[in-house]
């Protein structure tokens, strides 16, 4: 009787499960990351099969947003993260509605024979995971206690590290459902939400928000400034966070948002004394500063209780003890920017083939000799000519116009019809004999 049984169970499983299988998952929750996929079956369906069999040329759907795993005896075996049909042709699971006749009843009957052997059932588990590969929102964390920052100002001369809080949001996005499959919610029987993973993932990044910074910090990134440099901070996090999160996990960050950043109240007074030292290097600034302080004392020395009087009397002391006069670091500042104004020199000119300056007859780097501006009169339409005549508009050269030409060297202004009083080549001066016929 029991071999009867068995025939019997293996013949009618078989058969149960040459129908077609749709499988679909309903639109994923904010809060669900994972999800086992549903079979339709209606009241009205005559599908009875196992709901863990995936019968040849089974469909499965796949959403704009989601990304679906095929697991067969525990091991992915197949995904598909493209919108739309999935057709599912393995021929582990044969059915006569796949197929041609003359194929699939062999099959039929070999599979009918191995669930024979194990008393009518099927030695076979196949599963359909659906994953939310949606960027995951709204992921708040917060550093419970100070944490150190490197503050780089090269213009101020500062390099210190100082304590600073951070206060956001994060999202992230799993980007390898296998790796996520693999190593977090292997075989999860319905959801697996961001409950059971979120507190270990905030734990993991405040950890590494340290390092982060160190990365923000050596692009001379302010730590008040953050709140501008998202992307930064988040690649940064990605690239400390890549083997936990990235490589084992299949999960990558998408974007971190900073609420606030505040750092303790004696590092901001340093840091602000040290900038205010930087600016008074400058003499100009200096003057400025000297000068307030002084307006400040006599207002100052004005309500003395001894007297007006009094007050500036101590002010002149302390003035001829060594005070320093605004008048003399205002006269240091002027020279020190006439000394960074650079000296223009006016026979400077460009090789026009190496762009190299110049101020002798050739260029020092190429030899190409000085540019010889063209001889001839100017209309005024601002063509150069030689003949009576413009070559432009046809007007008649100028009564009076005369160009000169250097008779030593052959040097032409560039207005040759106003030459200097000497040559600035040879030293010649021009005369009558330099007008050019």
């Not at 919108?83 to 699971?93: H, L, M, P, R, S």
């Not at 994953?131 to 490197?150: Q, V």
């Not at 459902?177 to 319905?190: D, E, G, K, R």
């Not at 300056?357 to 000085?370: M, N």
């Amino acid at each position: 009787m029991g071999l009867v049984k068995a025939m019997s169970s293996a013949v009618s499983s078989v058969l149960s499960d040459q129908w077609k299988d749709y499988f679909y998952c309903d639109a994923l929750p904010a809060n669900v990351i994972c999800t086992k996929g549903k079979k339709r079956k209606t009241s009205k369906s005559s599908n009875k099969g196992e709901d863990n069999i995936i019968t040849d040329g089974s469909i499965i759907f796949v959403a704009d947003g989601q990304c679906m795993l095929i697991v067969e005896q525990g091991k992915v075996v197949d995904i598909c993260a493209e919108a739309g049909e999935y057709v599912y042709d393995k021929g582990t699971e044969p059915s006569i509605f796949s197929g041609k006749l003359s194929a699939t009843i062999p099959a039929v009957l070999k599979n009918m024979q191995k669930r024979f052997t194990f008393g009518g059932d099927s030695a076979k588990d196949q599963r359909v995971y659906y994953f939310n590969t949606k960027e995951l929102m709204g992921n708040k964390y917060g550093t419970p206690s100070p944490i150190p920052f490197r503050v780089v100002d090269r213009n101020a001369g500062i390099d210190v590290d100082i304590s600073i809080r951070c206060f956001g949001e994060y999202s992230y996005r799993v980007t390898n459902p296998v790796l996520f499959y693999t190593n977090v919610c292997a075989n999860v029987s319905n959801d697996f939400t961001r409950e059971q993973i979120d507190s270990q993932l905030k734990s993991e990044l405040l950890t590494a928000l340290q390092p982060a910074f160190a990365r923000i910090s050596e692009q001379g990134i302010r730590y008040s400034s953050l709140p501008g440099h998202t992307r930064e901070i988040a690649n940064a996090l990605n690239e400390e966070l890549s083997e936990s999160w990235r490589d084992r996990r299949g999960i990558e960050i998408v974007t971190v948002g900073v609420n606030s950043v505040k750092a303790n109240e004696e590092d901001e007074a340093m840091i602000k004394r040290r900038q205010m030292s930087a600016g008074l290097k400058d003499p100009s600034l200096a003057g400025a500063q000297l000068v307030e302080a002084q307006s400040e004392a006599m207002i100052n020395a004005s309500k003395n209780t001894g007297g007006a009087m009094t007050g500036f009397m101590g002010m002149n002391m302390a003035s001829q003890a060594g005070g320093m006069n605004p008048q003399t670091l205002f006269q240091m500042g002027a020279q020190q920017a006439q000394a960074q104004t650079p000296v223009t020199n006016p026979n400077a000119w460009t090789c026009p083939q190496c762009q190299t300056s110049a101020t002798g007859k050739f260029c020092p780097e190429c030899g190409t000799p000085k540019p010889v501006p063209a001889a001839g009169w100017t209309c005024s339409c601002g063509t150069i000519n030689k003949g009576k005549f413009c070559s432009e508009c046809g007007s008649k050269k100028p009564v009076g116009a005369v160009q000169y030409k250097c008779d030593k060297c052959g040097w032409e202004p560039e207005d040759p019809t106003a030459p200097p009083k000497f040559c600035p080549e040879c030293g010649d001066p021009f005369g009558d004999e330099d007008i050019v016929k």
